[in-house]
């Protein structure tokens, strides 16, 4: 069975600063692993995921998130968050052995980036 | 493309009653999954559907059930709701469910709010 655990419930950080959302897991077999980020009144959207190959994956509007197989984590990273980030942000994993799309999340993290 | 699809989007229900939300995944995708979403308890996978099979289930009561139709369209139904139901309900949808082929993506629709009073 797989775990996940989000550190912090919430993250306050003003706009243009940095930001790390920690994220780690524990599961007996290979998991791939995921970052989703949920706005208001919306559903889920991937931000990215990690399959294989090179540890340090990057999304499409700054933020990337490098997977430790050593501390079991895949925290994500911004270095300059803007008012729009502000939302959830949940941490997934799924066996990356079975024929599943099951994913199991942690508890989401609040980002909220204050003028 | 259109993405998926859930309705309805809002519904309140009355203790005891039942319900049934409707999920039309990507066009082209078989895989479909539900998941329950409450402050208190997170995101939960209920469970996933392929070709018209149910392939893996979560750790939730015989209340919740799913089906999925031969256009890969699913439902699930919620009986006997009890007021700890009241969660916002997402579906998703992939090619297949085999996230480990790059290109597969697991995709969610906007959910569907279901409050039992």
């Known amino acids: 069975a797989q775990s996940v655990t989000q550190l912090d419930s919430q993250v306050p950080v003003f706009e243009e600063a940095p930001v790390e959302l920690r994220c780690n897991y524990s599961s007996s077999v290979s998991v791939y692993l ?28 700054g933020f990337e998130a490098e997977f430790n197989k050593s501390q079991t984590s895949f925290h994500l990273r911004k270095p300059s968050v803007h008012i729009s980030d502000t939302a959830e942000y949940f941490c997934a ?23 | 493309k259109a993405g998926v699809t859930q309705t309805p989007r809002y519904l309140i229900k009355t203790r005891g009653q039942q319900v049934t939300l409707s999920c039309s995944p990507i066009s082209g995708h078989r895989s479909v999954s539900w998941y329950q979403q409450t ?9 996933e559907y392929f070709s018209e099979t149910q392939r893996n289930k979560g750790n939730f009561p015989g209340r919740f059930s799913g089906r999925q139709f031969s256009n890969s369209r ?24 085999q996230l480990r082929a790059k290109g597969n993506t697991i995709y969610f629709g906007e959910g569907s709010w279901l409050t039992v009073v």
Not at chain 1, 41 to 61: C, D, F
């Open chain 1, 93 to 115: 994993v799924s066996e990356s052995s079975g024929n599943t799309g099951k994913l199991i999340f942690g508890q989401g993290t609040t980002l909220q980036v204050k003028p």
């Open chain 2, 74 to 97: 699913s439902e699930m139904n919620v009986s006997t709701l009890e007021l700890g139901d009241s969660a916002l309900y997402l579906c998703a949808s992939s090619l297949d469910g």
């Open chain 2, 39 to 47: 402050p208190g308890q997170g995101l939960q996978f209920l469970f």
């Open chain 1, 34 to 61: 995921f970052w989703y980020v949920q706005y208001p009144n919306q559903g889920l959207q991937l931000l990215l995921k990690y399959l294989s190959g090179s540890t340090l994956v990057e999304s499409i509007n």
